[in-house]
């Protein structure tokens, strides 16, 4: 299955400023999902990201807050802007691993918003 | 959207004893999914199963497809230290090309 990079793995962020998540898949995909998990919880999906056009957003999540770019077939960024404390989680992209077999995970960026 | 409910929450079990955990749906998956979570990690997948009916096993790992594919469950036998995590449930429909999460079962094992 695809091998994903994802980084920073941790940051530590003033409240009012953003930042960038990359994610590196060492193979072409179709789609790129990425997903939210707070402290002790689940992962919710934030949204999905195909190549050449816009992100599909969930239910509680807007582009402005998490604007979603996806320039090419390996690569996405997602980026958490205007932080507050409530935004301190765990960001997770991934991708298929084939039609209906699951994800693969990259290892996560765990942001804390001070 | 689809709930996905998993039990139990917390799991403490002393090491040699076999562990069950479940995930039940309010609607029909066509892909049933665990996956087990260590600290700074994202998500490892254990097992996918495709079927209604279908039993898998990976190791002293054994999961099952729920025959009216709404649920699932997930064995381990004989846990070890290793298997200290958090175990996910997860479900994909033809319908919806995401995943759905549960809330996660969170095992310790004492040597």
């Known amino acids: 299955s695809a091998v994903i990079s994802q980084k920073p793995s941790r940051d530590i962020c003033q409240r009012g400023t953003s930042l960038t998540i990359q994610c590196q898949v060492d193979s072409q995909v179709t789609m790129m999902f990425w997903y939210r998990q707070q402290p002790g919880q689940s992962l919710t999906l934030i949204a999905t990201a195909n190549q050449g056009s816009e992100a599909t957003y969930e239910s509680g999540f807007v582009i402005d807050k998490f604007p979603i770019s996806r320039p090419n077939l390996t690569f996405s960024t997602l980026t958490v802007s205007n932080m507050s404390p409530e935004d301190s989680s765990i960001y997770l992209c991934s991708v298929e691993r084939g039609r209906s077999n699951g994800y693969t995970f990259g290892s996560g960026t765990r942001l804390t918003v001070v | 959207g689809q709930q996905l409910n998993q039990s139990p929450q917390s799991m403490f079990i002393q090491e040699g004893e076999d562990v069950s955990m479940n995930c039940t749906s309010s609607s029909i998956f066509n892909t049933w999914l665990w996956y087990k979570q260590e600290p700074g990690e994202g998500p490892v997948l254990l097992i996918a199963?495709?079927?209604?009916?279908e039993l898998t096993s990976n190791g002293r790992l054994t999961a099952q497809f729920g025959i009216t594919r709404k649920d699932s469950f997930l064995n381990i036998s004989a846990s070890i230290p290793s298997d200290v995590g958090i175990y996910f449930c997860a479900g994909l429909s033809y319908n919806n090309n995401d995943m759905r999460f549960g809330a996660g079962t969170r095992l310790t094992v004492k040597p």
């Open positions: 199963l495709y079927k209604a009916g």
